[in-house]
């Protein structure tokens, strides 16, 4: 007796040849609409699903499969006599294979023209519910979601190989299919900011040589729906990134995406080691090479304009590891890819201000979820709370402070000037460790007397605005909020400097 395989696919690649390889394992082949009639157009014999079920399809093909004799088909239990005895008692043919893909709503909600009612038609109902029936019955019926999987299921039928083990591994496949489509649709639709359940999915991109340290395991997975802002971007050069280079790398394109005028980041371990602001791209990495030119040695580095000869030039002269750019002119390329291990990645920054709107953060057992830090402070909220008011110039330095503070780890301060960093102290158990440390490297560099002072949290004492007064420091912004801010004041009032606060902190744990 023939087996019956059933097809219903939305995504035709090699559907035609994986029929005939059925026909020739003694398949008979059942299908709906579009699938019927492509195979019909290749000359195969098929018969319609309004054969096997004796109603025609009906609501604009939205009832089609939802029939008795489809999932009963399915889901009988073949070594169960009575399950049998039912099917021939009311006429039904056991279904053994069911390749089945679904409708195409990731596709149709990414064209920025779709209309919700729109996607709300390519929401699949008779698909997943064959999937998951089939999927439920693995034992006894073989379930295809993937094109992929055609050739290894020919395989396996030619040479006895369709075992439980392989059936079991074809079904969790489908579960996760449809798992992530219904999430993926439950996404679309939902509008609370934190819904009773979350629903997320990721695709996989690829697997790395290792994670954070070379012995841990780690792969890399994609947002389903891409993200406006993403480091998933085209590659032009260079050897597979690692763990740490995607987390590097996603830290300096999310802080590169802040600024308007041309800019150079360098990344250094989840932290960056220098910001420079310029007229010109070279003058601007001339500025964030200056800041600490011994921790950009290995690091990754982010700008906002197109790589010119110049620019490349000074990068080539060092080792980096990654440089990201919206596009690199074609002599600069050949430059820089005279590294083969150099990574060179073109990204897009064209909708950075359409950045995530939340961050999803792993935890043992569990996940946090918040809003991204995608808040920039404004000269004009700042309040002035010494004696001493701030020049235009150290006011344009404090929000450049500001825009580098919020992406510095917790405990984070920051020295500057209006277009550069001079010293960055970061992840430190004190804030005064870390004043200390951004003051240090500061110090010997030029420009140094322009130089303000940006602290992501409150002072919990005076002692942070002490030593930066006793080191040169001219004007501070800090978000205040502490009970002794007071304290911090007078010290400022003390040695005249000038203090803004912006009753806004911006901890990055």
Not at 220 to 245: D, M, T
Not at 324 to 350: G, H, M, W
Not at 366 to 371: D, F, V, Y
Not at 381 to 384: A, D, G, I, P, Q
């Given at each position: ?8 696919v ?27 009639k ?22 604009d ?5 939802l ?5 009963a ?24 294979l069911?390749?089945v ?20 038609e ?50 969790a ?14 996404n ?17 991109q ?6 954070e ?70 003058e ?33 002269k060092?080792?980096?590891?990654i ?31 359409k950045?995530d709107?939340f ?6 057992g ?6 991204t ?7 004009d909220?700042?309040?002035?709370v010494?004696?001493t ?8 330095a ?27 102290g ?5 804030r ?72 806004r ?5």
């Open positions: 007796m023939a087996r019956r395989a059933l097809l219903s939305s995504d035709k690649s090699n559907l035609v040849d994986f029929a005939k390889q059925l026909l020739a394992q003694d398949f008979e082949l059942v299908s709906t609409g579009g699938t019927k492509a195979l019909e157009d290749a000359g195969l014999t098929v018969t319609g699903v309004e054969e096997v079920t004796g109603f025609p399809e009906m609501l093909g939205r009832v089609k499969t029939h008795p004799k489809v999932h088909g399915i889901l009988a239990k073949r070594d169960v006599p009575a399950h049998m005895a039912a099917l021939k008692e009311n006429g039904i043919t056991p279904i053994d069911v390749v893909n679904l409708y195409p709503f990731k596709q149709t909600i990414e064209k920025p023209e779709t209309t919700e009612a729109q996607a709300i390519q929401i699949d109902i008779g698909g997943p519910s064959m999937l998951r029936a089939a999927a439920k019955n693995f034992k006894d019926v073989l379930t295809v979601v993937d094109s992929a999987d055609y050739n290894g299921v020919i395989d396996a039928l030619t040479n006895n190989t369709d075992d439980y083990e392989y059936r079991k591994h074809l079904a496949k489908v579960f996760r299919h449809t798992a992530a489509y219904d999430a993926i649709i439950s679309y639709l939902t509008e609370e900011e934190f819904p009773e359940n979350l629903t997320v999915t990721f695709e996989k690829q697997s790395l040589r290792y994670g340290n070379s012995h841990q395991k780690a792969a890399f997975y994609r947002k389903a729906i891409p993200s406006k802002l993403s480091i998933i971007a085209n590659q032009l050069h260079g050897k597979e990134l690692s763990y740490n280079n995607i987390k590097d790398a996603n830290a300096a394109l999310n802080m590169v995406a802040e600024y308007d005028e041309p800019t150079v980041i360098a990344m250094k371990h989840m932290n960056p080691c220098g910001v420079g602001v310029a007229p010109t791209l070279s601007a990495w001339d500025e964030a090479y200056a800041s600490d030119p011994i921790s950009i040695f290995g690091g990754i580095i982010a700008l906002n304009r197109e790589v010119d000869l110049e620019t490349a030039e000074k990068m080539h060092l080792f980096l590891e440089i990201l750019a919206p596009s690199f002119t074609d002599e600069a390329y050949d430059v820089l890819a005279k590294k083969k291990n150099l990574r060179l990645i073109q990204v897009d920054l064209s909708n950075k201000d950045a709107r961050e999803l953060i792993t935890v043992s569990g996940m946090l979820i918040q809003e830090d995608n808040v920039v402070d404004q000269i909220e700042f309040k002035v010494t004696k008011q701030p020049t235009e110039k150290q006011l344009k404090l929000q450049f402070g500001q825009h580098v503070v919020k992406h510095v780890k917790s405990n984070a301060v920051v020295v500057t000037t209006d277009t550069k960093t001079l010293g960055i970061s992840g430190q158990q004190n005064i460790d870390s004043t200390k440390i951004a003051i240090d490297k500061a110090m010997p560099k030029d420009g140094y007397e322009d130089a303000i002072l940006a602290s992501d949290a409150f002072f919990p004492m005076d002692d942070c605005v002490e030593f930066a007064a006793k080191h040169g420091i001219k004007a501070i912004v800090q978000p205040g909020g502490s009970i002794k801010d007071q304290d911090s004041i007078d010290m400022a009032n003390k040695f005249g400097i000038a203090m803004v606060m912006t009753g902190r911006h901890f990055r744990h």
